[in-house]
């Protein structure tokens, strides 16, 4: 069975730092690109970042470029997002979703249940 | 970026009925669409790709259709499981993005 199981998220203040991750079982990790998809609650889906299976291709929205930053240990079967300077709009569940093949497709076949980031001032 | 519009942003219908939420992309995606079903306090569940091919193991009275800009999404028999939040999704150019959901009501 596939599992994605996020971890990280909390209460951050303000322009400081949080580190996400997420630890994958049930497939081989490193067969497949992986992505960070967020949404604030009530509210519609936001990709963040994505990343392929070697590392070599990555991609990020708008309002994350040059903040974030998505990396991946295949040996430990993990993702991350180091996100940096954090705005009140940066909170959000964040989603870990594994693609359906080894770059970057955008064809989102299994979702963690996501972990809670909170930036208060 | 591809701006993604979804309409209606919600709707309630009757336990059987037919239901069809549309997608507009900003500029050409050719088929590369994709529909997910959010249910309350889950995650997204792939149900469609390649705008028309019904995911492994979705009930076949979900279906899709279109290309280029226009895209539908259809649900034909709906059922009291199916209420759940509906989103289309690009994934022909990057930044990825997503419309802005359709909240699917029993009536």
């Known amino acids: 069975e596939v599992q994605l199981v996020e971890s990280g998220g909390g209460l951050v203040q303000f322009g400081r730092s949080l580190t996400l991750s997420c630890a994958v079982s049930?497939?081989?990790?490193?067969?497949?690109?992986m992505h960070w998809v967020r949404q604030v609650p009530g509210k519609g889906l936001e990709w963040v970042s994505g990343?392929?299976?070697?590392?070599?291709?990555?991609g990020y929205g708008d309002s994350v470029k040059g903040r974030f930053t998505i990396s991946r240990d295949n040996a430990k079967n993990s993702l991350y997002l180091q996100m940096n300077s954090l705005r009140a709009e940066d909170t959000a569940l964040y989603f870990c979703?594994?693609?359906?093949?080894?770059?970057?497709?955008?064809?989102?076949?299994?979702w963690g249940q996501g972990t809670l980031v909170t930036v208060s001032s | 970026d591809i701006q993604m519009t979804q309409s209606p942003s919600s709707l309630s219908a009757s336990v059987g009925d037919r239901v069809t939420i549309t997608c507009q992309a900003s500029?050409?995606?050719?088929?590369?669409l994709n529909w997910y079903q959010q249910k309350p306090g889950k995650a997204p569940k792939l149900l469609i790709y390649?705008?028309?091919n019904l995911e492994t193991g979705v009930p076949s009275r979900f279906s899709g259709s279109g290309s280029g800009t226009d895209f539908i999404f259809t649900i034909s028999s709906l059922q009291p499981e199916d209420i759940a939040t509906y989103y289309c999704?690009?994934?022909?150019?990057?930044?990825?993005?997503f419309g802005g959901g359709t909240k699917v009501e029993i009536k």
């Open positions: 979703a594994k693609d359906f093949r080894d770059i970057l497709t955008g064809r989102f076949d299994n």
């Open positions: 049930g497939f081989t990790f490193e067969d497949y690109a």
């Open positions: 990343i392929s299976w070697n590392s070599y291709i990555i």
């Open positions: 500029q050409d995606i050719r088929k590369y």
């Open positions: 390649d705008a028309s």
């Open positions: 999704q690009q994934y022909d150019n990057l930044p990825l993005t």
